[in-house]
Structures are given as structure tokens and as C-alpha cells.
């Protein structure tokens, strides 16, 4: 099984740096992967994006040094299987309430003896029946990891029982979702506090704090903070801010775009 880049970052004492690919024109992944970016985020939650979509999009990243993070909805167990057998090494799990919970998604995302995955054997992650049950289904647990997202202030209180959860590798605060159940859209400070004290009891619990950073002076707070992992970049809006500073320049020139 191909190894992961950002459990060997972490190893390293390392952050780790993800670029979300919303776009799923293969060409995209595999350029972001040619150009050393450490993770590529999958979203299958509020995407169309398919499995068999999704797959030819980690194919294409194979041919760089990316690893891949794909996202399924809430309960969908059966679908992270298959995300995995795709050869994403990780998985981000969306709305993550409580510890029970968590232990149902390494359940399903990990083989024996930490969880009850099923094998197949002849996917991209094996590669293709290449291995033996044995070693494949051993390096498959090394070599993936599992996210849990917390979306609330419930799961917030949680967060240090979530992250003590054997076979749950990182905490991923989303400060988007948070804002909105936390009647907090106005009010920055109480998300970022939120996200701060979910750090140190992620931290505390010896897991990886991860979250999205809108600035470079965002992501230096959470890495001074110990996040090992964080989201900044997103190909629309590389490609939206790419288009309205060309069309700045043009303006000068006499073109109108009103």
C-alpha cells in the first residue's frame, strides 16, 4: 500500500498542508499533487462528486506525492469503504457528535483487530491483489487515517473523549457549520475561542488538531498553537481571484465588465 505523506509529516513533527479540489476534472488533482501539496480534500458530502468520479481523481493524484482526504456524508459507513478501497488515506467524518460515534466510523474505516472493515483486495489501494490479506489489511491501518469533524457546541464539549478514541487520528474543527449552530455567524471571537480550547483538549489527548485558516496569519496562530494540519485553498477561489485580478488590470485599459 502506498504510504501516507502526512502520517510521515506527523511522524516528523511536521504540519501538514490541504488544498480542497471541488473541481473534478482529473487534470486539476493530478496538478496540485505534481506540485507537492501534502493533502487533497474530496468533499462527497455537499458535492455530486461520485465514488467512481472521486476515483479517477485519486488516480490522478497517485502520480504525485499527495495524499487524499475524502469526505462522505453523516452515517454513510459503507460509502468510506469504498472511498478507501479507492486509495484515499483518509477520511474526514462530518458532524462527529460523540465518542460512540467515532468508535462506529473506526468500526467501519479500519480492519481487525481495531475495527470490522471488509476486505476486497483488488482496488487501487492494494494495489489490485498485489499483497497478501495479511500485510495489506496491517499496512492499510498504518497507512490511513481517520478525522472527525467537530461541527457544534455539543461535540465541541466532547471533543477530548472524541479524540481518545483509538483509531481516531485527528480532530477537525469547521468553523463554518460551528458558526451557524452556535448562533455565531457575528460573532468571530467565540468561533475562534471554540477552536482554540477544541486545540488543547485535541492536543491534551495526544491527536492532531486540524482546521480551515483564511489567512497566513490565521494558520501561524493554530500551528504556534500544536495543529499539525490545516485547510488553506480552494481551486474556485484560486480561480476567482485569479479572474478578478486580471479583470483589475483590465480596467485601466478601457474594458468594462459591469
Same mark, same amino acid.
Given at each position: 500500500?502506498?504510504?501516507? &505523506? +502526512?502520517?510521515?509529516?506527523?511522524?516528523?513533527?511536521?504540519?501538514?498542508?490541504?488544498?480542497?479540489?471541488?473541481?473534478?476534472?482529473?487534470?486539476?488533482?493530478? !496538478? +496540485?499533487?505534481?506540485?507537492?501539496?501534502?493533502?487533497?480534500?474530496?468533499? !462527497?458530502?455537499?458535492?455530486?462528486?461520485?465514488?467512481?468520479?472521486?476515483?479517477?481523481?485519486?488516480?490522478? @493524484? &497517485? /502520480?504525485?506525492?499527495?495524499?487524499?482526504? #475524502?469526505?462522505?456524508?453523516?452515517?454513510?459507513?459503507?460509502?468510506?469503504?469504498?472511498?478507501?478501497?479507492?486509495?484515499?488515506?483518509?477520511?474526514?467524518?462530518? &458532524?462527529?457528535?460523540?465518542? /460512540?460515534? #467515532?468508535?462506529?466510523?473506526?468500526?467501519?474505516?479500519?480492519?481487525?483487530?481495531?475495527?470490522?472493515?471488509?476486505?476486497?483486495?483488488?482496488? $487501487?489501494?492494494? $494495489?489490485?491483489?498485489?499483497?497478501?490479506?495479511?500485510?495489506?489489511?496491517?499496512?492499510?491501518?498504518?497507512?490511513?487515517?481517520? @478525522? !472527525?469533524?467537530?461541527? =457544534?457546541? =455539543?461535540?465541541?464539549?466532547?471533543?477530548?473523549?472524541?479524540? =481518545? /478514541?483509538?483509531?481516531?487520528?485527528?480532530?477537525?474543527?469547521?468553523?463554518?457549520?460551528?458558526?451557524?449552530?452556535?448562533?455565531?455567524?457575528?460573532? $468571530?471571537?467565540?468561533?475562534?475561542?471554540?477552536?482554540?480550547?477544541?486545540?488543547?483538549?485535541?492536543?491534551?489527548?495526544?491527536?492532531?488538531?486540524?482546521? +480551515?485558516?483564511?489567512? $497566513?496569519?490565521?494558520?501561524?496562530?493554530?500551528?504556534?498553537?500544536?495543529?499539525?494540519?490545516?485547510?488553506?485553498?480552494?481551486?474556485?477561489?484560486?480561480? &476567482? @481571484?485569479? +479572474?478578478?485580478?486580471?479583470?483589475?488590470?483590465?480596467?485601466?485599459?478601457?474594458?468594462?465588465?459591469?
Amino acid at each position: 500500500m502506498r504510504k501516507s &505523506r +502526512v502520517k510521515a509529516a506527523w511522524a516528523a513533527g511536521k504540519p501538514v498542508h490541504c488544498v480542497h479540489c471541488s473541481l473534478t476534472d482529473p487534470s486539476v488533482a493530478e !496538478m +496540485v499533487s505534481l506540485m507537492g501539496a501534502h493533502c487533497i480534500w474530496i468533499d !462527497m458530502e455537499h458535492h455530486a462528486t461520485s465514488v467512481e468520479t472521486a476515483n479517477q481523481m485519486m488516480r490522478a @493524484a &497517485r /502520480v504525485g506525492k499527495a495524499d487524499i482526504m #475524502a469526505r462522505p456524508g453523516k452515517g454513510e459507513f459503507m460509502r468510506m469503504g469504498r472511498m478507501l478501497e479507492a486509495g484515499a488515506q483518509g477520511i474526514m467524518y462530518p &458532524r462527529c457528535d460523540d465518542a /460512540v460515534e #467515532a468508535k462506529e466510523v473506526v468500526r467501519w474505516a479500519k480492519f481487525a483487530p481495531l475495527g470490522e472493515r471488509g476486505a476486497d483486495m483488488s482496488n $487501487p489501494d492494494n $494495489p489490485y491483489a498485489f499483497n497478501a490479506l495479511g500485510p495489506y489489511t496491517r499496512h492499510a491501518n498504518e497507512e490511513t487515517f481517520l @478525522a !472527525m469533524q467537530i461541527e =457544534s457546541p =455539543s461535540a465541541a464539549k466532547k471533543a477530548g473523549e472524541i479524540a =481518545s /478514541v483509538e483509531g481516531v487520528d485527528m480532530l477537525f474543527f469547521g468553523p463554518s457549520d460551528y458558526a451557524l449552530l452556535d448562533n455565531a455567524l457575528d460573532k $468571530p471571537e467565540r468561533v475562534r475561542e471554540a477552536a482554540t480550547q477544541v486545540c488543547k483538549d485535541t492536543v491534551a489527548a495526544g491527536k492532531v488538531f486540524a482546521t +480551515v485558516c483564511k489567512s $497566513p496569519e490565521e494558520a501561524r496562530y493554530f500551528v504556534d498553537m500544536g495543529a499539525k494540519f490545516l485547510y488553506f485553498g480552494h481551486d474556485l477561489k484560486f480561480i &476567482r @481571484a485569479g +479572474v478578478a485580478q486580471l479583470m483589475e488590470q483590465l480596467k485601466p485599459i478601457g474594458f468594462d465588465f459591469e
